[in-house]
């Protein structure tokens, strides 16, 4: 049995195309109530109950006339169908039963999530990718009239563009070229959302998920980069020394006091430390003289081990 996928386009909440018979809205209550008064106020001196049914009658459909549209709002009016205007913000009046009020448009920046699934990139690769746009409608009347969802019609907008984006990317681009990509796909997802009214301000790739065998595959090869790299400066350093050894061999070449005293440098380094041991060949120890100073040393070391163990 097959698993359906769930969408990758995460819409807007349809409060941003609200009815208007949704709203509370006290100034038509206001006016209800007004009505119902006059009307009570007729029957009471007419001392019939026609006035009080027909005030109310009359304060139900005046009640249809006030609206409220909010700051960030624009109500787009249809009369007998037909698209009459925009209203809005603060409080506009309808023509009751002829006028109505088709949809409310939130002009404030809309933020939608939307991804791609095991969508497969230029170089054969599936890849999941997350992002985020930021839109706002800039023309309300396009909004109402040119399409019929346009916070939908904009969320599958983005995810075709993504889908496309990535399909013309390799991963290595779509993991080091991100701010390329999201200026693309801007650009992309906003020549399609123009004709609608709506502009996108920007778009955020928030994730890129690779396959888990390819992410070990990149770690080993990562790894084998640096270790590389690592045996590279090694080799250089030995090439820098061998060159340093080369120039002091000819520095100690016509000097041998100095050769000696280099040796005598080293020795006396390897010796002063407490349980050293140094091998020095037989030859070395002859040509510069040192088994005089290799005994006085090592009597030296061996009194001053019995002082500390006394």
Not at 249 to 266: G, K
Request: glycine share 6%; with cysteine; net charge neutral.
């Amino acid at each position: 049995m097959t698993k359906k996928k769930k969408t990758g386009v995460r819409t807007p909440s349809p409060k941003h195309v609200a009815q208007s018979n949704a709203r509370f809205n006290i100034v038509a209550v206001f006016v209800l109530l007004l009505s119902v008064a006059v009307g009570f106020s007729v029957s009471a001196a007419q001392k019939s109950p026609h006035g009080i049914v027909i005030g109310i009658v009359v304060g139900l459909i005046l009640m249809l006339s006030p609206r409220i549209a909010r700051q960030w709002e624009r109500a787009v009016v249809l009369r007998l169908g037909k698209y009459n205007g925009l209203r809005g913000p603060g409080l506009f009046w309808v023509v009751p039963l002829i006028d109505n009020v088709s949809s409310w448009i939130d002009q404030r920046v809309i933020t939608t999530n939307f991804n791609a699934e095991e969508t497969l990139t230029s170089d054969t690769v599936p890849v999941n990718v997350d992002a985020v746009l930021f839109w706002m409608v800039y023309d309300p009347e396009k909004a109402a009239l040119e399409v019929q969802d346009y916070a939908r019609a904009v969320s599958w907008a983005a995810q075709t563009a993504l889908r496309d984006i990535i399909g013309r990317t390799s991963l290595s681009d779509l993991l080091l070229g991100r701010e390329r990509i999201e200026s693309e796909l801007q650009k992309l997802i906003d020549e399609r959302c123009t004709p609608w009214g709506v502009t996108v301000q920007s778009v955020e790739m928030r994730d890129v998920i690779i396959p888990a065998a390819l992410q070990d595959a990149m770690s080993r090869e990562a790894q084998a980069a640096r270790e590389k790299a690592a045996r590279i400066i090694l080799g250089e350093a030995e090439v820098e020394i061998a060159h340093l050894f080369k120039n002091a061999a000819m520095s100690y070449q016509d000097n041998p006091t100095a050769l000696h005293l280099r040796a005598m440098n080293i020795l006396y380094e390897g010796l002063k430390e407490k349980g050293a041991l140094m091998l020095v060949p037989s030859t070395a120890v002859e040509s510069m003289g040192l088994g005089g100073l290799l005994g006085a040393a090592a009597a030296q070391q061996t009194k001053l081990s019995q002082g500390q163990g006394a």
